[in-house]
């Protein structure tokens, strides 16, 4: 056999043998070609945003990309609602269709968002927060974050102490209007025991408000959100009015 031949001969041997065999009908082996495994894929799903006024103006509406989305008051936020991956464009409506804001928004698959709408003087404004909530709660336990949307007062520093009788106090300390923009942390969900909880607000001095019975569910997130009434004469007194609004996402 020249060394062609023999050259020959053993490739083809190798090809065959690579290959896995599989035995058919009268004993004849026929090859096959190997498959690759697949890879798994991740299900994309539609960003979700949930929209919440911190004014006292009464009933809203609002439009996302241009549909009618949710109608929405002080207290009373919408669900979360699908958008598209990329820009999507919001709008603030008085019931008569008196447009109050126009904006766009960046949105990402598989991300939940919570859009706050407030005023500082005549003009209205949104804060746009993305709402993390992958960690798994353990049965007892939630998960809860402090936003400070006062707009009454805004210059005013403020402590936040949440009580749960017999199970754990939580002090957020140095509070101040729209501070989540400047420190993300704030923005994240901190585990804390489910339960009823007592809040009040603080400064060095006095407790300047507060408000009893919030409920905590287990297993669920809440962002505690600080609000001041539109209305208050004279202005230094917004310490003194701040609610906060207790938000289940």
């Given at each position: 056999?020249?060394?062609?031949?023999?050259?020959?001969?053993?490739?083809s041997?190798?090809?065959?043998?690579?290959?896995?065999?599989?035995?058919?009908?009268?004993?004849?082996?026929?090859?096959?070609?190997p498959?690759?495994?697949?890879?798994?894929?991740?299900?994309?799903v539609?960003p979700s945003?949930?929209?919440?006024?911190?004014?006292?103006?009464?009933?809203?509406?609002?439009?996302?990309?241009g549909?009618?989305?949710?109608?929405?008051?002080?207290?009373?936020?919408?669900?979360?609602?699908?958008?598209?991956?990329?820009?999507?464009?919001?709008?603030?409506?008085l019931?008569?269709?008196?447009?109050?804001l126009n904006?766009?928004?960046?949105?990402?698959?598989?991300?939940?968002?919570?859009?706050?709408?407030?005023?500082?003087g005549?003009?209205?404004?949104?804060?746009?927060i993305?709402?993390?909530?992958?960690?798994t709660?353990a049965?007892g336990?939630?998960?809860?974050?402090?936003?400070?949307f006062?707009?009454?007062?805004y210059?005013?520093?403020?402590?936040v102490?949440?009580?749960?009788?017999?199970?754990e106090?939580?002090?957020?300390?140095?509070?101040n209007?729209l501070d989540?923009?400047?420190?993300s942390?704030?923005?994240e969900?901190?585990?804390?025991?489910?339960?009823?909880?007592?809040?009040?607000?603080?400064n060095?001095?006095?407790t300047t408000s507060?408000?009893?019975?919030?409920?905590?569910d287990?297993?669920a997130?809440?962002?505690?959100?600080?609000?001041?009434?539109?209305?208050?004469?004279p202005?230094q007194?917004?310490?003194?009015?701040?609610?906060?609004?207790?938000?289940?996402?």
């Amino acid at each position: 056999m020249t060394f062609s031949k023999y050259f020959t001969a053993i490739l083809s041997f190798l090809f065959l043998t690579s290959c896995s065999k599989y035995v058919g009908q009268n004993g004849i082996t026929t090859p096959t070609t190997p498959t690759n495994p697949t890879t798994p894929t991740t299900a994309i799903v539609a960003p979700s945003i949930k929209f919440y006024s911190v004014m006292d103006n009464g009933s809203m509406n609002v439009l996302l990309n241009g549909k009618q989305a949710s109608s929405i008051a002080n207290f009373y936020p919408s669900n979360y609602i699908n958008g598209t991956n990329g820009n999507n464009t919001i709008s603030l409506r008085l019931p008569n269709s008196t447009t109050l804001l126009n904006g766009t928004v960046d949105l990402l698959n598989n991300t939940k968002y919570s859009c706050f709408f407030y005023k500082v003087g005549n003009e209205w404004k949104y804060s746009l927060i993305k709402d993390v909530m992958t960690a798994t709660l353990a049965n007892g336990f939630a998960a809860a974050r402090i936003l400070d949307f006062r707009t009454q007062g805004y210059f005013d520093y403020i402590n936040v102490r949440l009580v749960n009788p017999g199970f754990e106090i939580i002090d957020s300390k140095n509070r101040n209007f729209l501070d989540h923009h400047t420190y993300s942390s704030y923005t994240e969900f901190k585990q804390v025991g489910a339960g009823n909880y007592n809040i009040f607000m603080y400064n060095d001095t006095l407790t300047t408000s507060q408000r009893k019975d919030v409920k905590i569910d287990s297993k669920a997130y809440y962002s505690i959100v600080l609000t001041t009434p539109s209305n208050i004469t004279p202005y230094q007194n917004a310490i003194f009015y701040i609610f906060p609004d207790a938000i289940k996402h």
